[in-house]
């Protein structure tokens, strides 16, 4: 079975532009969850969706942030405009139920200069 | 909130036993994971351990739970150099499914 995808798997943009991350989760799981990981803070919740509505996003840093799940398939994470205090690697992960466990994509390494 | 802490390095030679300590402040939490990140990938599960358990046994890894003191220890023997990696600890938060990160325990295995 395929597991999360994410795409792209690099970004290398320049300070204001827009950049979009996106996730498919492992097929049959119905939450879905963005992280952060950076050297200073280590692995963040930035939000999580249960059945495609956003249940808990308290970890979001600002309104610069924005995420959606227009269906199970398929989540974004935007970020406009973008700031070199972004740059990060940034996770997807899914699970069955919001009880399970959660299965980690590959990530995407943003930088933004 | 959760507080989750580990040490950052732990260097051990090859074919010797490898035990990585994670302490948590949350006495609720549910289910205790520990995951490995191998350099420029994802997270990988590696096991867990359900709060009502105090060891769990698969393959080369033992999971020690401690939950009287809230110390949760991954032990890997017969470490190899394919074991070299970051471990996670992640405690689940009781009543949720938000997972808690620990700093990370840098893995070196030396031959």
């Known amino acids: 079975d395929a597991g999360v995808i994410q795409s792209p798997r690099h970004e290398v943009t320049e300070m204001g532009q827009e950049v979009t991350l996106r996730c498919k989760p492992i097929?049959?799981?119905?939450?879905l969850f963005w992280y952060r990981q950076t050297m200073m803070r280590g692995l963040e919740l930035l939000i999580y969706?249960?059945?495609?509505?956003?249940?808990?996003d308290s970890g979001m840093p600002e309104d610069r942030f924005s995420a959606k799940m227009p269906n199970a398939s398929f989540s974004t994470l935007k970020i406009q405009p973008s700031e070199p205090r972004d740059s990060a690697v940034y996770f997807c992960a899914s699970s069955r139920d919001n009880q399970e466990t959660q299965y980690f994509g590959p990530g995407t390494r943003l930088l933004v200069l | 909130g959760e507080d989750v802490e580990q040490s950052l390095f732990l260097s051990v030679r090859e074919g010797d036993s490898s035990v990585i300590n994670c302490t948590y402040t949350?006495?609720?939490?549910?289910?205790l994971y520990w995951y490995k990140q191998e350099p420029g990938a994802g997270l990988q599960l590696l096991t867990y351990i359900f709060s009502n358990m105090d060891m769990k046994q698969d393959q080369r890894l033992t999971v020690l739970l401690n939950k009287k003191d809230k110390h949760l220890s991954l032990r890997i023997a017969d470490t190899q150099t394919g074991d070299s990696a970051i471990y996670f600890c992640a405690p689940r938060g009781g009543g949720g499914n938000k997972l808690t990160f620990g700093t990370g325990t840098q893995l070196k295995v030396e031959l």
């Open positions: 097929s049959g799981h119905n939450s």
């Open positions: 949350d006495s609720s939490s549910t289910y």
């Open positions: 969706f249960n059945n495609n509505v956003p249940i808990d």
